[in-house]
């Protein structure tokens, strides 16, 4: 009987026939196959390699699969499941089976490209309307913004943020007394400004600076009903102002006080300039006049109280005071071409400069000089405007008078003290003091060279005191340094340098020529130095002398000099004295070198 050793074919119990009477029926139709095959072909190997080695009868392959045929199938119990084969190809699909229940929904997808707008609906009904913005809320009740860039006059409104105005002009227009104009941007071609009970605040970087507008850029010509109801009204902050002069027409100026107003300030600096940009030669940083103040107690005294951070340049007034009362700072420079402070008429004149003051050049003016004390006003009416005690005080660094350009009118000199007495009213004492630290009087391109210290008309029953204190005095060649008139009353008139040192180097005085004339007004000098040229010395200059002999009344204390002083003044004595109407005077420590 031949032996199975393998035996290949589908022998499997295929999943898709449900029954073992079906598998059975399978192995049937298998082992008829396999039968047919032997007879037919009388092969070794049927479907794999299949040997018919047996030897016993009827055992033949072909005998076991014939019985097999016919044996009684007996299930056994279901071997170990062996590996899984190769999945065989997919079958045709079925038909599809019922729906199942729905899912849960998945993740949001991509949008997708937004579809063509649809048509507009119908406008719906109003809605109910919001509350007032910002732009209409007014905070406060008394200020008023100025913005070039952002403001209109015509919507502005009083107290708002945003609702600016767009020129200071267009703010007073709305502006009432107690009120502050607040200036945020730079403000171009303004001027004629100024009202009562105003006070205009600057922010830092802004300012007035005008381009084409001549002018002042505050005055209060023409809002004071001829002096009756004078304005008060302040500048703060920080503002730059420039204003502009036209030569031919109308001079520019910063804060020109005519009718008897007042304003205090404070700012950074002003210019004065042509229309073409250069510095000009003419114009007002300052006045204040009360032209209207007479006898009959109209109209008041004009005032300005204030102080500029940095320099003041261009213009020919530093500050024009005609029965004006002034206190002003300056925390830098000066520079004007004729006239550094007029002062007629005035109670009381108090100017500091931290820095140097430069005037005299002005190639415009004839009326130029550093400082005249007078206590008549120009205009008519007004020569009862001061009593009781005036005090003038110029505070500086340095002061440069250049004596450049046109020529001096005879009516002034370099420094003019005159006309204090008594006339028609009380005027009891008058103080002038200079305190400079250095005073330099410097030769220019022009030859007419006025004294340096004019005199003139002090007398009856007002006291005047001129002095110079701690101050180094150069004078250059050509000027004379006191022009004395015979008006002076020598009992009301002391002129004094204390702790000065003058270097006087005018060589063409001639031969014995007086410094000082001690006739008309008594000197004192005290803890000084004074100094003359070679030539001076050559020529025999005497620096004080009364050639009439008939007073010698003079003060000597502590004094180092290279002048002669006459023996007969020497002689006169050397203790201090006083006389029957208490004029102190005397000679005490000269030394002669």
């Known amino acids: 009987m031949s032996e199975i050793k393998k035996l290949k074919g589908d022998n499997s119990v295929s999943i898709d026939r449900k029954t073992i009477n079906e598998n059975f029926e399978h192995i049937h139709t298998e082992v008829d196959a396999v039968k047919s095959t032997i007879t037919n072909k009388n092969v070794e190997i049927v479907s794999g390699k299949v040997e018919n080695q047996s030897t016993v009868p009827g055992t033949t392959i072909t005998d076991a699969l014939e019985n097999l045929k016919n044996t009684v199938l007996i299930p056994g119990a279901t071997g170990i499941q062996g590996a899984t084969g190769i999945s065989g190809a997919t079958g045709i699909q079925g038909a599809t089976g019922p729906q199942g229940a729905t899912g849960p929904q998945g993740a949001t997808g991509i949008s997708g490209a937004t579809g063509v707008q649809g048509v507009t609906g119908p406008q719906g009904a109003t809605g109910l309307q919001g509350a007032t913005g910002i732009d209409s809320v007014v905070i406060s009740n008394d200020f008023l913004i100025v913005d070039s860039v952002n403001g209109n006059n015509s919507t502005a409104l009083k ?17 009432t007394s107690g009120d502050t104009i607040i200036v945020t941007t730079t403000m171009v071609n303004e001027v004629d400004l100024g009202k009562d009970g105003i006070t205009y605040h600057f922010l830092p970087g802004t300012g007035v600076k005008n381009t084409t507008a001549t002018g002042r850029i505050f005055n209060d010509n023409s809002k004071t009903t001829s002096g009756a109801n004078p304005l008060f009204f302040k500048i703060t902050g920080w503002g730059d102002f420039v204003s502009r002069t036209e030569q031919s027409a109308t001079w520019g100026g910063t804060l020109y006080l005519y009718e008897g107003s007042s304003a205090e300030f404070e700012f950074n600096s002003s210019s004065i300039l042509n229309l073409d940009g250069t510095k000009a030669d003419s114009g007002f940083h300052f006045w204040a006049q009360a032209e209207y103040i007479n006898g009959a107690g109209s109209g008041k005294m004009a005032s300005l109280k204030g102080k500029v951070e940095r320099d003041i340049t261009g213009g020919h007034y530093f500050l024009g005071a005609h029965s004006g009362n002034c206190n002003i700072d300056v925390g830098g420079n000066v520079d004007v071409s004729a006239i550094f402070i ?3 008429g005035c109670q009381l004149i108090d100017l500091n400069v931290d820095g140097k003051i430069t005037c005299g050049y002005s190639t415009t003016h004839t009326f130029k000089y550093f400082a005249s004390v007078d206590r008549t006003p120009w205009f ?3 020569i009862d405007t001061i009593t009781g005690t005036n005090t003038h005080k110029i505070t500086a660094k340095r002061v440069e008078w250049i004596n450049s350009g046109l020529a001096q009118t005879s009516n002034f000199n370099i420094f003019n003290i005159k006309e204090y007495h008594d006339a028609t009213g009380t005027h009891d004492f008058n103080y002038v003091d200079f305190i400079i630290d250095e005073l330099l009087i410097k030769a220019g391109d022009q030859a007419t060279q006025r004294p340096v210290f004019f005199i003139n008309n002090n007398n009856s029953l007002t006291y005047t005191r001129i002095k110079l204190d701690k101050c180094k005095i150069t004078v250059e060649d050509g000027f004379q340094l006191f022009s ?6 020598k009992v009301y008139v002391d002129f004094m340098f204390q702790d000065c040192s003058i270097d006087y180097k005018h060589d063409s005085l001639g031969a014995s020529s007086v410094i000082m004339d001690i006739r008309y007004i008594m000197f004192h000098i005290i803890n000084s130095r004074f100094k003359i040229s070679a030539q001076g010395v050559t020529d025999g200059y005497i620096l004080l002398d009364d050639s009439s ?8 204390d502590n004094v180092v000099t290279n002048a002669i002083i006459p023996t007969t003044l020497l002689n006169y004595g050397t203790a201090i ?10 000679i005490t420590d000269i030394r002669i070198i």
């Open 159 to 175: 107290g708002s943020l945003i609702k600016k105005y767009a020129t200071i002009a267009g703010a007073e227009l709305g502006a």
């Open 342 to 344: 007029q002062a007629e």
């Open 380 to 382: 008519t009416g007004n």
């Open 484 to 489: 004395i008139t015979s008006s002076n009353e």
């Open 549 to 556: 002999n008939t007073d010698k009344n003079v003060q000597i």
């Open 577 to 586: 004295s006083s006389n029957s109407s208490g004029i102190r005077s005397g």
